[in-house]
Structures are given as structure tokens and as C-alpha cells.
């Protein structure tokens, strides 16, 4: 945007009169200011983001040093590199004939022979052989000439004796030297012609393209600048009678701005996009204890039915757990399956309508607990996390079903579950210690066999291939299939054997499927997806309904998951917009040297999110971190469109004009680099909302508000920023009258 502001000014000097480097210098002074004002807001708004806690803040904090430097290096190529390539009055096809000596034979023929173009081209191979000649003799006489001069200071004698011949044998090295002199000189000249060659190639091709580029586009451009300059007319009309009912038409723009706060209220809330990617994942969980056996084989039939969706790809099953695996949600009763669709692309639009499909068929035929999951972000599985926190656990798993119950009847909530389930059936040992004192036996002897006869013991490793295998030595399992058996197995090896059930209370109960603690208390969690509703607006109704629950005064629910991180980054987010509009005003505030301006300036920042709310209104997106993050981008952004016109307006009335003719003509002047600017934005954002790919559904919200929110802050700037520039921006300037 710098360079197209800078380039556009130097044009429309030389269209005013001006030769290459005034119109360079002028274009810069005129505009430099304001280029560079309009930079600096912009690296405000990023400063910020370093500040922005959770998501938000991990996403983007690497983004505001990539933005901040790459503004500065466009900030000087539009101040420095721009003017310098544009001053430049055209090419001189200069060059030394050692180095390119096709340029110079063709000078030389034009210059001395006076020779047209096509004779000077054909001049160029003899010019060149002459060069070539004219080199050697000069190299030879440079190199031979002060020996052969030596040898002849001694007359005729000298060559008849020793010194002559010592003397002529000196002439060796003086031919090598020549030799490689000439030779690196060939070599050189060689691969420069080459170069040339090559350069002039791509020279050919480019004017060619340039050519019917410029034959092409003749007419369209032609068009395009007639109707530019209608509508530069047409703008002029406008803000002419606009100026004069500025108070109506900014009251219009007031109501306008109050109704897009009232659409914005109805707008939804969410951490970040759905990512719809063509695979999902299904949660199967059957009842605590079953055998691993039996779990693959209702996992079977769940499989059978995703297969038989015509637009499942694969299916890929996880049954049970590793032996070292940490992770408490899976077991020998539960199975993962990971299905990916045909076409992923096309199919991604369809994700949710094939999700609601198998759940009803698997529903009909399966009773096991079925929980859908997403490709997730950030470790987060489900949407929706309700903590319930408490001390005692099985109190916290009655107010869990409770509120479970009251999670389901939530609109939008789908594959509700509750972290407390079944546990698994435990067979508790209680020792009694003083009937094993009086046997002359401990605890730890007692659990030491028990655990060898039940776990077995491993004495060594069997080495396979390199593969140690465990040798476990336990008792026959046949001798251990009920708990009956295990009370009467013997505590001692001796005769008589004691049994277990001589020696320990032996009972069976179910123990805790888990047990999970957050800041040093237990903590129960219902988990939820969200459907056809934003995150935000289930949350609030989820706490309205669990609100009615009586609980102790200990206990209390409150949001976690994605709800607790979109509220941590909402408020930073905030906080960042504030800090960043702040550092805006200040920055402008240095540039105008004035505390009105700026404000005038700052209008722009409500008049793109006019348009903001309307764009994400239209399209059905929820406000997320990416539209907050797009936000605090469109705050120093769109300000640099109002920064440009502002600024020609005060140079303007510097310059001696009224106010409002200084308005209108700033408004004319700065019309094409403010459209060309917004244009190029817009563009350039285009393929982010087009595009289909991986990650789209992330980047996209942000393209819509960034889009949206330049393009209404431009149209709405044209006309709402010399409206309130003309009521706020001072009166004019009293002619001062000299004393006669």
C-alpha cells in the first residue's frame, strides 16, 4: 500500500507537468508524512498482540514480528526505492568493449559511422574482430615491449654472447603471462557474452509481452479510464451536496451504526472454527469389567455399520490400551475408531449430515455409550467441558447425573457424557493383623503371595532376535476363576495350609472409574459437542439450567474447555483492541502535531465494523478469536485511508485554500490511491475465503472481517470523514492585511 500511495502521487505529478525527478521529489514530499504515519499505526495494532493471553496469543504472537518488520522494509522500498527507479530518464547503452563488446561495436557504428539500425547490427562481428586484434597487439606491446627495448640498448654484440642468450631465454615467462592474460580475457569476455545473451533474451521476450499486453489491454483500459474519471466527477458531485447536509447524513450513518450494534448482539461466539476436514473420530465405551473380547467383538459390528456408508473411505478401530499408556478415558472396554470419508474436500460439506446418519443407525443397534469427536486443536475433544467441583466423590457423581440430565435437554447439545462412570468390580482384601501375629506372620507376607500367585513373578527375560520376552511364573489360572478359589488359596507354603478367608475379610464392591483432581480438588466434568449453535450461546443456557441444582455450599459448577479459553481470550483480545486504538491515536497525534485531527481520523474504526457485523451477520460466522484478531488488524489499517486525505487536506489549506474547497479537492486527489489500495487488500484476501483446503475454516472468518470491514470503512470514509472533517476541523484562516 506504501509504494502504490508513492507511485500514484509521482504519477499525477508528471501528469500535472512535471519532469521524472520533480515529479519523484514532489510525489515523496507530498505524501511521505502520511505514508509514514499510516505505517506506524498499523505496527501499533500488532504491538498488542504480544500482550494476548491463551489461544489467541499462541496463534498470532510470531505474526506481529513477521507484519512489523515486513511494514518497515515496504516503508523504506515506497520512501527510497520506489523514487529512485521511477526518477530515471532512460537507458544509455554505455560499455567497455572488453566486457560487453557487442554494445560498444553498435555505438561505436551508430556514433562514428553515423549507421542505421540495421547496418550498425551488421557491424558488429567485423567491429569485433577489430576489437579482438586491437586488444593482442596492445597486450603484446604492454607485456614484450620493455624487454625488446632492454635487448636493443646492447647493439648487434650483445647477441653473441652469454648475457643475449640469458637475455631472449627472459622472453618464456613473458609469453606465459601473455598467454594466460589472453586466456583469462577469452574466458571473461566469453561467459559475459553469454550473460548478455541471455539478459537480452529476456529483454526481447518482455517487450514483446509488453507489446500485446499494451494491445490487449488498450481498449479495457481505455473503458476504465473513462469510467474512472466519470465516477471522479460523479464522487466530486456527491461530496459537494453531502457537505452540505453533514449533520443529516451523519445522523443517518449514527442509526446505521446503532443497528449494527443491535445485529452484532445476536451475533454467535466461539474459540475458534469447526475444523471439517472429511474425518471424524467414534467413542465407543461399553460397560466397566467386560473382557477385552468381547469388546472387539460389539466394536465389530459398530465397524460394520460405518462401512456400509457409501462415502466412508476407511475405518481404522483401537481396541483396549497399551501397557504403558497414561491415557485414564480408555480401557479394555473401550474402542476408538478413526473414519475418513471419500473426496475429504467435497465431502467436508457434508460432514455433519453423515455424522447425524451413523449415529441413528448405530443407535438402533448398539446400547454402549457413542460419543462423535472431531479433529481437535490445542488438546481440546469436545466443545463443550462443565466442571463440577467438590470434595466427595460419589456426592459429586450424584449432582453430575443431575446436571447430565440437564445438559441433555440443552438445544444444541449432542454426545453429552459424564467423567464419572461405572467402575470397574474389585475384590477387597482386608487382613486381619492379629491373627496373622498369632500365626507368625506379616502383612507384606501375606500380600507378597498373593500377588505372586494372582500377578506371577518374573525371574528372567527370554533374549529372542535381540527381543527380550518376560518369563512370568504364576499359578495355574484354572486353579484361580472365581473368588471363591481365591479365599481358599493358601497364605503359607508348609503344611497345614491356611486359607485366605481363615486369615482376611474378603469382599467384592466397584471401585472408581477415575479419579481426577484441578487446582488440589476433585473435580467431576460433563463433556458435550455443540450442533447447529454457537459455543457462547449453549454455554450461557447449560449454566442457567444447572443453576436450579441444589448442591452443598462447597460444591459449585463452572465452565472449562473451550468456554474457559474463549473467555480468558476474549477479555485479552479486549484489552489488546483498546491498547491498540490508544497507540493509533497517539502515533497520529505526533504526525498532525494536533489532538482534533486524529479523532476526526479515528471515525474510520466504527465505520468498518459496520460493516464487519453485517458481513459475518450475512454469512452465518460466529464472532471467534480470528474475527477479534481480525478486528484489532482493521484498527490500524483502516485508518490509513482516512491518514492519506486528512493529511492533503491540511497541506491544502496551508496552501492558502478554504476548507471546504480544500475537502473536495483532497477528496478528487486521493480518490484513485485510496480505491487502488482497498482494491489491492481486498484481492489479496479473496483466495482465503475461496479457499477449500486444510485450515480454510480458520483463516477464512478473519478474510470476511478484514474484507468487510476496509471495504465499508473506504466507501464510508469518502463521504463520512470530509462530512466531519467540515463541521470539526476549525474555521479558516483570516486574511491578514497589511499596513499600507
Known amino acids: 500500500d506504501n509504494s502504490i500511495v508513492v507511485l500514484e502521487s509521482i ?101 562514428k559511422d553515423n549507421a542505421g539500425r540495421g547496418d550498425a547490427i551488421a557491424q558488429i562481428l567485423p567491429r569485433g574482430m577489430e576489437y579482438m586484434i586491437t586488444y593482442l597487439t596492445e597486450t603484446a606491446q604492454d607485456i614484450f615491449g620493455p624487454a625488446i627495448e632492454v635487448t ?38 566469453f561467459f559475459n557474452t553469454v550473460f548478455f545473451g541471455i539478459c537480452l533474451v529476456f529483454a526481447g521476450i518482455f517487450i514483446v509481452i509488453r507489446a500485446l499486453l499494451r494491445v490487449i489491454m488498450w481498449i479495457p483500459l481505455q473503458v476504465f479510464d473513462v469510467c474512472f474519471n466519470a465516477f471522479k466527477s460523479a464522487y466530486a458531485v456527491l461530496l459537494t451536496h453531502s457537505l452540505r447536509f453533514s449533520p443529516i447524513l451523519l445522523l443517518l450513518v449514527m442509526l446505521l451504526s446503532i443497528h449494527a450494534a443491535y445485529r452484532g448482539m445476536n451475533l454467535g461466539a466461539e474459540l475458534i472454527p469447526p475444523m471439517k476436514q472429511g474425518e471424524f473420530g467414534i467413542h465407543m ?33 483401537e481396541i483396549g490400551q497399551e501397557s504403558t499408556s497414561t491415557e485414564t478415558d480408555q480401557g479394555e472396554n473401550v474402542a476408538i475408531f478413526s473414519v475418513t470419508l471419500k473426496n475429504p474436500d467435497e465431502m467436508a460439506a457434508y460432514q455433519d449430515e453423515i455424522i447425524e446418519r451413523l449415529r441413528e443407525r448405530i443407535t438402533k443397534v448398539s446400547s454402549e455409550e457413542i460419543t462423535f469427536t472431531l479433529p481437535s486443536l490445542f488438546s481440546f475433544k469436545t466443545a463443550i467441558e462443565l466442571q463440577i467441583v467438590g470434595e466427595d466423590l460419589n456426592e459429586l457423581r450424584r449432582i453430575g447425573e443431575m446436571a447430565l440430565k440437564k445438559v441433555h435437554d440443552v438445544p444444541g447439545v449432542v454426545d453429552a457424557e459424564l467423567s464419572v462412570k461405572a467402575g470397574y468390580p474389585e475384590v477387597i482384601i482386608e487382613l486381619d493383623r492379629e491373627l496373622l501375629a498369632a500365626k507368625n506372620l506379616s502383612p507384606f507376607q501375606v500380600a507378597e503371595r498373593i500377588r505372586r500367585e494372582v500377578q506371577g513373578d518374573i525371574p528372567t527375560k527370554f533374549n529372542q532376535s ?65 450442533e447447529d449453535r454457537d459455543l457462547n450461546a449453549v454455554t450461557v443456557d447449560i449454566m442457567d439450567a444447572v443453576a436450579d441444582i441444589p448442591v452443598p455450599s462447597d460444591y459449585y459448577f463452572t465452565p472449562g474447555g473451550q468456554s474457559k479459553e474463549l473467555a480468558t481470550s476474549q477479555t485479552s483480545l479486549y484489552y489488546a483492541l483498546i491498547l491498540a486504538v490508544f497507540l493509533v491515536y497517539v502515533v497520529m497525534a505526533c504526525q498532525f502535531e494536533s489532538i482534533l485531527h486524529p479523532a476526526l481520523v479515528m471515525f474510520s474504526v466504527p465505520l468498518a465494523f459496520i460493516g464487519v457485523i453485517y458481513a459475518l451477520d450475512w454469512t452465518n460466522t460466529d464472532i471467534s478469536v480470528m474475527v477479534f484478531l481480525g478486528g484489532i488488524v482493521l484498527a490500524g489499517i483502516v485508518v490509513n485511508d482516512a491518514i492519506v486525505l486528512v493529511d492533503y487536506i491540511n497541506q491544502l489549506r496551508a496552501r492558502g485554500k478554504k476548507k471546504r474547497d480544500a475537502i473536495i479537492e483532497a477528496g478528487q486527489v486521493r480518490l484513485r490511491p485510496i480505491i487502488m489500495t482497498t482494491v489491492t487488500t481486498v484481492l489479496g ?42 463541521l470539526l476541523g476549525g474555521r479558516d484562516k483570516e486574511p491578514v492585511n497589511e499596513a499600507s
Not at 686 to 708: D, F, H, K, W, Y
Open 11 to 111: 504519477f499525477r505529478c508528471k501528469e500535472e507537468g512535471d519532469d521524472v525527478v520533480d515529479a519523484a521529489n514532489r510525489g515523496v514530499k507530498e505524501v511521505g508524512s502520511a505514508v509514514i504515519a499510516s505505517t506506524l499505526t498499523t505496527i501499533s495494532v500488532f504491538f498488542p498482540i504480544v500482550f494476548v493471553e491463551g489461544i489467541a496469543g499462541q496463534l498470532f504472537g510470531d505474526l506481529s514480528l513477521t507484519v512489523t518488520f515486513s511494514l518497515l522494509a515496504s516503508l523504506l522500498t515506497a520512501l527510497y526505492l520506489i523514487p529512485l527507479v521511477a526518477s530515471r530518464k532512460g537507458t544509455v547503452r554505455k560499455s567497455d568493449r572488453q566486457f560487453v563488446w557487442i554494445l560498444q561495436a553498435y555505438r561505436d557504428a551508430q556514433v
Open 152 to 189: 636493443r640498448g646492447f647493439g648487434g654484440r650483445f647477441t653473441a654472447t652469454i648475457l643475449g642468450a640469458l637475455a631472449y631465454i627472459a622472453f618464456i615467462p613473458l609469453a606465459i603471462l601473455f598467454l594466460l592474460q589472453v586466456t583469462l580475457k577469452t574466458v571473461a569476455t
Open 285 to 317: 465405551e461399553a460397560r466397566a469389567g467386560i473382557r477385552l473380547e468381547e469388546t472387539q467383538e460389539r466394536a465389530a459390528r459398530i465397524e460394520s455399520i460405518i462401512r456400509e456408508m457409501e462415502e466412508v473411505d476407511s475405518v481404522t478401530v
Open 466 to 530: 535381540g527381543e527380550k520376552v518376560d518369563i512370568r511364573v504364576r499359578t495355574n489360572q484354572s486353579m484361580l476363576n472365581s473368588v471363591q478359589d481365591l479365599k481358599s488359596l493358601s497364605v503359607t507354603d508348609g503344611s497345614p495350609p491356611i486359607p485366605l478367608q481363615d486369615v482376611a475379610r474378603i469382599r467384592e464392591d466397584e471401585g472408581p472409574s477415575e479419579i481426577r483432581r484441578i487446582d488440589q480438588r476433585q473435580v467431576v466434568l460433563i463433556n458435550a459437542n455443540v
Open 685 to 726: 484476501l479473496l483466495p482465503m475465503i475461496l479457499a477449500s483446503g486444510e485450515g480454510a475454516e480458520m483463516r477464512r472468518p478473519m478474510a470476511i472481517t478484514v474484507m468487510a470491514g476496509l471495504s465499508s470503512a473506504t466507501i464510508l470514509t469518502l463521504i463520512v470523514i470530509p462530512m466531519v472533517y467540515d
